[in-house]
């Protein structure tokens, strides 16, 4: 054993190991049968022994937090001050919103984990188009205050929807997010806002399904790929610059490793936790199958000096950046995920708005009190044609969202839109106008980047015009029109 891997403090109550073992490969592992409990148990337990001694799941990785709770079971039975934490998500559909349902979710978690109180929970929601995940958000705050969990994260959230959370207040330890030499696309305004903020990332991805490997060293590129994760790492390599650009990264960091007398997967390792918005690297596992501690606790054992660095960055100019934010390919093409490509679940969601038909048109509603008292829906398509109506920040009946806050309440008004316009059959590519009401056109700087971030390739035509008065209290109001293509 080369040393254990260092740790880092995530808050006052929350010390990790700078390596998280990360357990989504049970789910791969288990397409065929269940793994054997007891045995997968050991594994972790033996993780734990070697100072791995933080853990990663989710509710949908196969049997992963069953087995956890058996090792957690057995770690607490040999050492009641264990140092072993377990983290898992919360992966919700929409209408899974009600204190009811959110409290049943994180309840079987907590069951299935053998715990009192999750270590840390982490949501992940579908598609920010449905603004539910603030309710969900509201209920994991109220489940922190009793207990139930210890502290809250967020999986592959972006960075505009990361600032409306941490405007509105909810109390956000980490962010899990992809990141690696091939994918950077965390280490900009995403690593600044968590700066800002005491926000940490938790990274996945960083060796890229196992590619970053002496194995992948000169090899020919593979067109059949059995594993999950291998898939869809093969993706982003295909994304950003292909095969060829890839080997030449590979024999930088080869020259790199074999200078300090580690491997390749080391050095990607050290290049990610080196950003210090970086807290920790989730390192998946193949319980009962393999296990490489000794290999990667050599991360700790070198630095990448100046000249390593600027190796590494000559060769990633060569790279083309992934595109979108962090999280961008769980809720819009290309859809750089394991599974592929996601439209078959995306499509599956239920429309935000109910819709009626009414003189040959068709309404989407929102349940405001005012759409029948003044006449109006929320959006309204006639036969290609969608005009959605002026749309503020808010959530429900009357919470205004991100009070004050230009950015946020534009973040959340365009999600809005985007709800109105897909409940009818449309997307945002089909917008041909916007119209931007401001309070203070002072400010127009930080809605017109939300909108470019929204609109940028669509383009389409926009006026914004400061006006003496909004009614009630927001500082933005805008409204869109769209023709929705012939499929």
């Known amino acids: 054993m080369t040393g254990l891997p260092e740790r880092t403090r995530l808050a006052p109550d929350l010390e990790i190991s700078q390596l998280v073992t990360g357990l989504w490969q049970v789910a791969d592992q288990e397409r065929a049968r269940p793994l054997d409990?007891?045995?997968?148990?050991?594994?972790?337990?033996?993780?734990?022994?070697?100072?791995?001694?933080?853990?990663?799941?989710?509710?949908?990785?196969g049997s992963a937090e069953l087995i956890s709770g058996e090792a957690r079971r057995r770690l607490i039975a040999r050492d009641s001050t264990t140092r072993a934490r377990f983290f898992t998500k919360w992966c919700p559909e929409p209408d899974q919103t009600s204190r009811e349902a959110v409290r049943a979710g994180i309840a079987e978690r907590a069951a299935r984990l053998g715990v009192d109180r999750i270590d840390l929970l982490q949501l992940?929601?579908?598609?920010?188009?449905?603004?539910?995940?603030?309710?969900?958000?509201?209920?994991?705050?109220?489940?922190?205050?009793?207990?139930?969990?210890?502290?809250?994260?967020?999986?592959?959230?972006?960075?505009?929807?990361?600032?409306?959370?941490?405007t509105e207040g909810y109390e956000i330890t980490t962010n899990q997010v992809a990141c690696s030499l091939l994918d950077r696309r965390a280490l900009g305004a995403m690593s600044a806002l968590c700066m800002e903020k005491n926000v940490r990332l938790l990274t996945y991805g960083t060796l890229a399904g196992g590619f970053f490997s002496e194995r992948w060293l000169g090899q020919k590129e593979p067109h059949e790929i059995a594993d999950w994760s291998k898939m869809k790492y093969k993706r982003f390599i295909d994304a950003a610059g292909g095969w060829g650009v890839f080997q030449a990264l590979l024999i930088v960091l080869d020259g790199i490793a074999r200078a300090h007398g580690v491997s390749i997967a080391n050095v990607a390792t050290r290049w990610v936790l080196d950003h210090p918005a970086v807290a920790a690297v989730i390192v998946g596992a193949r319980l009962t199958e393999s296990e490489h501690r000794d290999a990667n606790a050599r991360t700790f054992a070198f630095h990448l000096g100046r000249e390593d660095r600027k190796a590494i960055d000559a060769v990633l100019a060569q790279t083309t950046p992934l595109p979108g934010d962090c999280g961008t390919?769980?809720?819009?093409?290309?859809?750089?995920?394991?599974?592929?490509?996601?439209?078959?679940?995306?499509?599956?969601?239920?429309?935000?708005?109910?819709?009626?038909?009414?003189?040959?048109?068709?309404?989407?509603?929102?349940?405001?009190?005012?759409?029948?008292?003044?006449?109006?829906?929320?959006?309204?398509?006639?036969?290609?044609?969608?005009?959605?109506?002026?749309?503020?920040?808010?959530?429900?009946?009357?919470?205004?969202?991100?009070?004050?806050?230009?950015?946020?309440?534009?973040?959340?008004?365009?999600?809005?839109?985007?709800?109105?316009?897909?409940?009818?059959?449309?997307?945002?590519?089909?917008?041909?106008?916007?119209?931007?009401?401001?309070?203070d056109c002072d400010r127009w700087e930080e809605a017109s980047r939300v909108h470019g971030r929204y609109f940028g390739e669509i383009g389409p035509a926009n006026t914004l015009l400061e006006i003496s008065r909004l009614v009630g209290e927001y500082d933005i109001e805008i409204e869109a029109e769209a023709e929705v293509r012939p499929a």
């Not at 449905?130 to 994260?153: C, N, S, T």
Request: proline fraction near 4%; hydrophobic fraction near 40%; charge should be negative.
């Open 37 to 61: 409990r007891e045995a997968a148990a050991e594994a972790l337990i033996a993780y734990a022994d070697n100072g791995y001694t933080t853990f990663d799941m989710a509710d949908h990785y």
């Open 329 to 439: 390919e769980y809720r819009k093409p290309p859809f750089l995920t394991a599974s592929g490509d996601l439209s078959h679940h995306l499509n599956a969601l239920p429309p935000v708005f109910p819709t009626i038909e009414t003189n040959g048109r068709v309404r989407a509603l929102s349940g405001s009190e005012w759409e029948p008292i003044a006449g109006f829906s929320r959006a309204i398509r006639s036969g290609n044609r969608i005009l959605v109506s002026g749309t503020t920040a808010t959530h429900g009946e009357s919470r205004v969202i991100c009070r004050g806050d230009v950015r946020g309440q534009t973040v959340y008004v365009l999600d809005k839109i985007a709800a109105a316009i897909t409940s009818l059959g449309g997307s945002l590519e089909d917008v041909v106008r916007t119209r931007i009401y401001m309070r």
């Open 124 to 166: 992940h929601w579908w598609t920010f188009e449905h603004p539910g995940y603030l309710d969900v958000m509201d209920e994991l705050m109220r489940l922190k205050q009793d207990g139930v969990i210890g502290r809250i994260g967020l999986t592959n959230v972006d960075t505009d929807h990361l600032h409306v959370l941490l």
